[in-house]
């Protein structure tokens, strides 16, 4: 605590990626550009780290005074677990962008977010919330100008539609409250409420303004449609930290609305209950039910790396918000948790992408294979990513998942779990796809001379890949964190071991017998098993004839027989959707430009005679 | 003389106006649209004028035995002369426009004078 | 110094515009550097001006001739007028300096009295403090600007000015005749008398002379829908001109119209003329903002961003509270920041690569990276994106909207504003990423300096507004609040 000034730590946090971020892009030349980007990435994550003792046990305010609008900040054990995982992921994003990017305009924009996330989190008022959170918005968003305009344009309009609402919510809280501070304003908005102050159409508004503004950062189906092209069609390295920082941005904004304002969280009493459970939570778990279910199967039918993990990491944050719904405090914690744990596996699964693309140039499955022995380190971490993705023990994303599984299953939400358990069963196909198509089987012969990842790059996965396997053996120490904040509920037997009120996870058990387990197979397997070496050119196709129209190698198609059969779904499609309202909107404000300003000057004065007549009428009646 | 009652001469000035209207809404010549603006200009004026007139009083020029008991008030008269200034010089860059318009577009049909539009 | 100099304000420009002719002589560059002299000494006047009135915290009042209100016709500089003259001589002599390289059309030295005259009539009314001599004012910024709009000798800029003189003929002709009306009925022309007299009228006069007067000014205000001469004329005025015109031009009839409706705040039916401003200027920012979504002249797009603007600077006047005002004037700041600047880059595009078309903008960041640069800032400003400074002013009309009981109106103007970050996303993209023809442009220095500065303003009044907001915040204090309005004019009988 004594290295760094408490009074610095705030503002070192918030705007040094920033800075750098400048400097890296006014002094663009190769290695200066890189060490200062990754100087600015370094700092937030070290000073978090020196403050955690203080953070953990009270917090650390700084304000901004502008003058118009003082911007108040708080650093406490929740704005620290949130902070302290986007740092980290910045910083590996970091070390990802010196391998993957050589212009300072990738530096200056994708650290310009990382500050903005920054701001979202230690934010304690509206203001600073929105300023930063438009920042954010902004560095993502030219990050996928550069690339794709189609795709930033669909981005940028959702966003803006998001930003907006958020604004015109914080208005309407503003206008009743005079105050912009998230507990003043909770508290008064709460007391207007009961008094009658305030009517309950329009705290309604507000509330679901609030989440509309955060839907769309968190992906929450339908307004998910940016997500594929937005993390696809960008610096992969830098999708690690967009996928897996920003939409927590979103998650946070949901976590604000729902705790930190308990004005709101009243609503959810006012909304009445539905079967049992509170209408306005129910809600939120089917939204991020559907989000899991619908983001899933289409991650499943995709043919390109990218767009996989895009839709997947929808549907993970689907699980998050499906959590939060279920509002019980062993959910809340799961969901925390798998803040984490998603940030860190799906941050690293993007690093993997981005060292795949920058080694092959390649998107798609059939043109990947056999890869695991030209990449081992790279084929290492993703297979730590596939695991923890997944859910499979003893990675931190099957601690988060068991934990929000459980919290359903508490809640009397049947279906919700259910959900959950379709959504794991759909990842664990799509990543077996993932781990076989690029890493095993025949290489295509034009990835014969593929070099491992470079070491940035490398350096950067192995900051991500490490917690997942540090959480996911010790999962109390996460969860000792998370019960700082929150009361979940959830026990911390130990570091290896927690428990829920219906049952006790031992991570260290369970990984001790997995490695046992996968001891005793792999000696069966040198010393009994009945092996047989065949070349890779003959191993998959099961016997089964093979035609040029109905090929479904793993690499290819694989999946279209579940395509098939959803055919009458996939019919409908929200990216569809709002491209037609977009050509509505455009064809509407063509129709009014034509219409109105009709180039025929007697036309325009009949307008002002209309508005004559209009105060006409008005002043003789 | 007798002066008619004050309320004829504000629907004079009230008729000129709507006349004028009248001619701007409907008149597809350019030329007349501009005559009718005119017309609209006259109407206001005479209108200021009859606003600022007293009954049985003269035009507010000092002279001989008409001092300021016997004189009509005089501010909207000096209004109207600023009136008509303005309106000569509006007219007058109106026709000018209206010369090049015809140079270039060979009409005064202000229906066939819509380049700008949309 | 006297404040009486501050006749100064409206005697210089009127005095410089007749020297033009004897000007003339030396040549086309003699008669802009005149004109640069001139605004110069103009800005410097108004400085002065600015500074003695923020200095003393007392409005200037200049009373002609030396007669007292209401006999005599009185200046009123105040807190807002006092700020805006000087933002009207800073922008004409920013504009005087570009028009060195874009109005090449002869005769230069009528586009110099013009000029001149333009920034008069705009001077006038804000700082006018009588009914009619507003109206005079008025006319003069009008036949003025009809008579710029029609400058370039084209075809279209003819249509343009004839469309404006219609309806802006029409529209003062009402104008007068609420004057006419307002006069019968209170035997004054004073704005502050008449704010004195408001509540003592006979209603239905009142009611109609009141909305007659909005109704005039609403078509100098380009508020929906009187407002469709307003694109035409941008597009086709010279480009300095066209800066002028959304820069100070539209906001002294925003001004004016703020002024009366508030002075006349005790009169019957107040509360509806403020609920159809409201309204108007909602559709205005909804048109507009529709309107130049498909738009392909990227001057004509920025002319209806610029309309849709004044439209949020209307609901933000019109909504009848304080902040409302306040924010409404720190708009105004910022909106004529903006648009000069984005009306300059444009405009020099326009005069470098031949035309204003999106295709000209193509690759312009590689072709003109400075300008391009600018007009980037420019458009990320207007968009209201944070850090600039039209979020601030943005955010204070979102909340003085809903807190009046305005949450549909400001509703419709945010999700309007969506669509204008589309079509400002639209040019930054063809900018920075759209196809390069391989020329490289040189590019003034003047005018670079020009929009490094206005660049520099964006962007410290939105990372620090405060001294800006304390502005707005008198200014609008000024028109907002009446009652020293009347206090601050020594009328004759009722001062001291």
């Known amino acids: 605590?004594?290295?760094?000034?408490?009074?610095?730590?705030?503002?070192?946090?918030?705007?040094?990626?920033?800075?750098?971020?400048?400097?890296?892009?006014?002094?663009?030349?190769?290695?200066?550009?890189?060490?200062?980007?990754?100087?600015?990435?370094?700092?937030?994550?070290?000073?978090?780290?020196?403050?955690?003792?203080?953070?953990?046990?009270?917090?650390?305010?700084?304000?901004?005074?502008?003058?118009?609008?003082?911007?108040?900040?708080?650093?406490?054990?929740?704005?620290?677990?949130?902070?302290?995982?986007?740092?980290?992921?910045?910083?590996?994003?970091?070390?990802?962008?010196?391998?993957?990017?050589?212009?300072?305009?990738?530096?200056?924009?994708?650290?310009?977010?990382?500050?903005?996330?920054?701001?979202?989190?230690?934010?304690?008022?509206?203001?600073?919330?929105?300023?930063?959170?438009?920042?954010?918005?902004?560095?993502?968003?030219?990050?996928?100008?550069?690339?794709?305009?189609?795709?930033?344009?669909?981005?940028?309009?959702?966003?803006?539609?998001?930003?907006?609402?958020?604004?015109?919510?914080?208005?309407?809280?503003?206008?009743?409250?005079?105050?912009?501070?998230?507990?003043?304003?909770?508290?008064?908005?709460?007391?207007?409420?009961?008094?009658?102050?305030?009517?309950?159409?329009?705290?309604?508004?507000?509330?679901?303004?609030?989440?509309?503004?955060?839907?769309?950062?968190?992906?929450?189906?339908?307004?998910?449609?940016?997500?594929?092209?937005?993390?696809?069609?960008?610096?992969?390295?830098?999708?690690?930290?967009?996928?897996?920082?920003?939409?927590?941005?979103?998650?946070?904004?949901?976590?604000?609305?729902?705790?930190?304002?308990?004005?709101?969280?009243?609503?959810?009493?006012?909304?009445?209950?539905?079967?049992?459970?509170?209408?306005?939570?129910?809600?939120?778990?089917?939204?991020?039910?559907?989000?899991?279910?619908?983001?899933?199967?289409?991650?499943?039918?995709?043919?390109?790396?990218?767009?996989?993990?895009?839709?997947?990491?929808?549907?993970?944050?689907?699980?998050?918000?499906?959590?939060?719904?279920?509002?019980?405090?062993?959910?809340?914690?799961?969901?925390?948790?798998?803040?984490?744990?998603?940030?860190?596996?799906?941050?690293?699964?993007?690093?993997?992408?981005?060292?795949?693309?920058l080694r092959t140039g390649k998107t798609r499955f059939e043109d990947f294979g056999g890869l695991a022995e030209k990449m081992p380190v790279t084929f290492a971490m993703a297979l730590i990513a596939v695991l923890s993705l997944a859910g499979i023990p003893p990675m931190a994303g099957f601690a988060s998942k068991w934990l929000i599984y459980e919290g359903a299953i508490q809640a009397h939400m049947p279906l919700v779990a259910g959900t959950i358990f379709l959504g794991s069963a759909l990842a664990f196909a799509y990543v077996v796809r993932f781990l076989y198509a690029v890493w095993f089987g025949q290489r295509p012969s034009d990835l014969d001379d593929v070099r491992e990842a470079p070491l940035p790059l490398l350096v950067g996965m192995t900051i991500l890949a490490i917690p997942n396997i540090v959480f996911g053996i010790a999962p109390g120490l996460a969860v000792r964190l998370i019960n700082r904040f929150f009361n979940t509920n959830i026990t911390v037997n130990s570091y290896y071991s927690i428990s829920t009120p219906t049952g006790t996870y031992n991570a260290l058990s369970v990984t001790l017998v997995l490695i046992v387990g996968l001891a005793i197979a792999g000696l069966i397997y040198i010393y009994g098993a009945n092996a047989r070496k065949i070349k890779v050119t003959n191993t998959y196709q099961s016997g089964n004839p093979v035609t040029e129209e109905y090929n479904l190698v793993i690499r290819r198609n694989f999946y279209r027989p579940l395509a098939e059969a959803l055919d009458f779904w996939l019919k409908y499609s929200w990216d569809r959707f709002y491209e037609r309202l977009a050509n509505l909107t455009e064809d509407f404000a063509d129709w009014l430009r034509e219409g109105f300003y009709n180039g025929n000057v007697q036309s325009y004065s009949w307008y002002l005679a209309i508005i004559l007549l209009i105060l006409a009428i008005w002043g003789v009646l | 003389m007798s002066v008619p009652h004050i309320g004829l001469y504000y629907f004079g000035a009230l008729s000129l106006v709507l006349v004028g209207i009248y001619g701007v809404l409907v008149k597809k010549n350019l030329l007349k649209i501009l005559i009718s603006l005119s017309i609209v200009e006259t109407g206001v004026n005479l209108l200021l004028i009859s606003v600022g007139y007293i009954t049985g009083r003269s035009a507010p020029i000092l002279s001989e035995g008409i001092g300021p008991k016997q004189a009509v008030d005089p501010i909207p008269q000096a209004l109207v002369l600023t009136a008509i200034v303005i309106g000569v010089a509006t007219t007058a860059m109106a026709l000018s426009v209206a010369i090049t318009l015809y140079e270039k577009y060979g009409t005064l049909n202000i229906e066939e004078i819509r380049r700008l539009r949309g | 110094m006297n404040g009486q100099y501050a006749s100064l304000l409206v005697a210089l420009p009127l005095i410089s515009a007749f020297f033009v002719p004897l000007i003339k002589g030396l040549g086309g560059r003699a008669i802009k550097y005149y004109l640069t002299l001139i605004t110069a000494l103009q800005a410097g006047v108004a400085a002065w001006v600015f500074k003695t009135v923020y200095t003393t915290g007392k409005p200037i009042i200049v009373m002609a001739g030396g007669w007292r209100p209401p006999v005599g016709i009185d200046l009123y500089i105040g807190h807002f007028a006092a700020l805006f003259v000087l933002i009207v001589a800073l922008v004409s002599f920013f504009m005087a300096i570009f028009s060195f390289d874009s109005v090449s059309t002869e005769p230069t030295d009528k586009y110099a009295m013009l000029f001149l005259l333009l920034m008069l009539g705009a001077t006038g009314m804000i700082a006018t403090g009588d009914i009619f001599n507003l109206f005079v004012f008025m006319e003069i910024t009008s036949i003025t600007a009809y008579a710029l709009t029609a400058y370039n000798k084209t075809g279209?800029?003819?249509?343009?000015?004839?469309?404006?003189?219609?309806?802006?003929?029409?529209?003062?002709?009402?104008?007068?005749?609420?004057?006419?009306?307002?006069?019968?009925?209170?035997?004054?022309?004073?704005?502050?008398?008449?704010?004195?007299?408001?509540?003592?009228?006979?209603?239905?006069?009142?009611?109609?002379?009141?909305?007659?007067?909005?109704?005039?000014?609403?078509?100098?205000?380009?508020?929906?829908?009187?407002?469709?001469?307003?694109?035409?004329?941008?597009?086709?005025?010279?480009?300095?001109?066209?800066?002028?015109?959304?820069?100070?031009?539209?906001?002294?009839?925003?001004?004016?119209?703020?002024?009366?409706?508030?002075?006349?705040?005790?009169?019957?039916?107040?509360?509806?003329?403020l609920k159809l401003l409201v309204i108007m200027a909602t559709l205005t920012v909804f048109a507009a903002e529709f309107s130049a979504l498909r738009q392909r002249d990227v001057k004509r797009m920025i002319a209806y961003s610029s309309i849709s603007q004044v439209g949020l600077i209307a609901l933000a006047l019109s909504v009848g509270s304080q902040l409302g005002v306040q924010a409404g004037v720190f708009h105004m700041i910022n909106h004529a920041v903006v648009k000069t600047l984005l009306f300059l880059t444009v405009g020099y595009v326009g005069v470098k690569v031949g035309g204003t078309g999106i295709e000209n903008f193509s690759g312009l960041g590689r072709k003109m990276p400075l300008t391009a640069f600018a007009l980037t800032v420019g458009a990320l400003a207007a968009v209201g994106i944070p850090l600039f400074n039209i979020f601030w002013s943005k955010v204070w009309i979102i909340i003085a909207s809903i807190e009046q009981g305005y949450a549909w109106e400001a509703g419709v103007v945010l999700a309007a504003s969506v669509v204008e970050a589309v079509y400002y996303l639209r040019l930054i993209h063809t900018m920075w990423f759209g196809g390069w023809d391989g020329i490289r442009i040189r590019e003034s220095l003047p005018l670079g300096t020009i929009a490094l500065f206005l660049v520099l303003l964006i962007l410290a009044i939105g990372v620090y507004p405060n001294p800006f907001w304390t502005l707005a915040k008198s200014a609008g204090t000024d028109i907002f609040n009446v009652s020293r309005y009347i206090a601050n004019v020594p009328l004759m009988g009722v001062g001291p």
């Open chain 1, 1 to 357: 605590m004594t290295l760094v000034p408490e009074a610095y730590v705030v503002p070192l946090t918030l705007f040094s990626p920033l800075v750098f971020g400048v400097l890296a892009w006014l002094f663009d030349r190769d290695w200066i550009r890189e060490i200062l980007g990754v100087i600015g990435a370094a700092v937030p994550v070290t000073v978090l780290s020196l403050a955690y003792e203080k953070a953990s046990s009270g917090t650390i305010s700084y304000t901004i005074d502008t003058g118009v609008f003082k911007l108040h900040f708080v650093l406490n054990s929740l704005s620290w677990y949130f902070a302290f995982i986007g740092a980290l992921v910045g910083i590996a994003m970091a070390f990802g962008l010196s391998s993957t990017s050589r212009r300072g305009y990738d530096w200056l924009f994708s650290l310009m977010s990382f500050t903005g996330v920054m701001g979202v989190f230690l934010a304690r008022d509206f203001v600073s919330l929105f300023l930063f959170w438009e920042l954010m918005t902004f560095g993502s968003f030219m990050m996928v100008l550069r690339r794709n305009r189609h795709e930033s344009l669909k981005y940028f309009v959702l966003s803006v539609i998001g930003a907006y609402s958020m604004l015109l919510a914080i208005g309407m809280v503003y206008a009743k409250t005079g105050t912009l501070d998230y507990a003043m304003a909770s508290q008064t908005l709460l007391l207007l409420t009961k008094m009658g102050g305030v009517s309950k159409a329009y705290v309604d508004t507000i509330f679901a303004l609030f989440l509309l503004a955060f839907g769309v950062k968190a992906g929450v189906v339908p307004l998910h449609v940016w997500a594929p092209g937005a993390y696809g069609e960008n610096d992969q390295s830098y999708t690690s930290f967009f996928s897996g920082v920003l939409s927590k941005a979103g998650v946070y904004g949901f976590i604000i609305t729902l705790f930190v304002m308990p004005s709101l969280y009243g609503i959810y009493f006012a909304m009445g209950t539905f079967h049992g459970h509170l209408t306005g939570t129910y809600l939120i778990a089917w939204a991020g039910a559907v989000t899991v279910v619908v983001a899933s199967f289409l991650a499943v039918l995709q043919e390109d790396i990218r767009k996989l993990l895009a839709y997947s990491s929808v549907g993970q944050v689907g699980y998050i918000i499906l959590a939060l719904g279920v509002f019980n405090g062993v959910a809340v914690g799961g969901a925390m948790f798998h803040v984490l744990s998603h940030a860190m596996f799906k941050g690293l699964f993007w690093l993997i992408s981005a060292a795949l693309i």
């Open chain 3, 156 to 273: 279209e800029a003819a249509e343009a000015a004839m469309k404006y003189i219609v309806l802006g003929g029409i529209g003062s002709s009402f104008f007068l005749i609420g004057i006419a009306l307002i006069y019968g009925s209170t035997g004054t022309l004073n704005m502050a008398q008449l704010a004195q007299l408001a509540g003592s009228i006979n209603p239905t006069v009142i009611k109609v002379g009141l909305s007659l007067l909005v109704f005039g000014l609403a078509v100098e205000a380009e508020l929906f829908p009187l407002n469709a001469w307003a694109p035409d004329a941008y597009q086709a005025a010279p480009h300095p001109v066209t800066a002028m015109f959304s820069a100070f031009v539209v906001k002294a009839g925003l001004y004016a119209l703020a002024r009366l409706v508030y002075l006349f705040s005790h009169a019957a039916g107040w509360d509806f003329i």
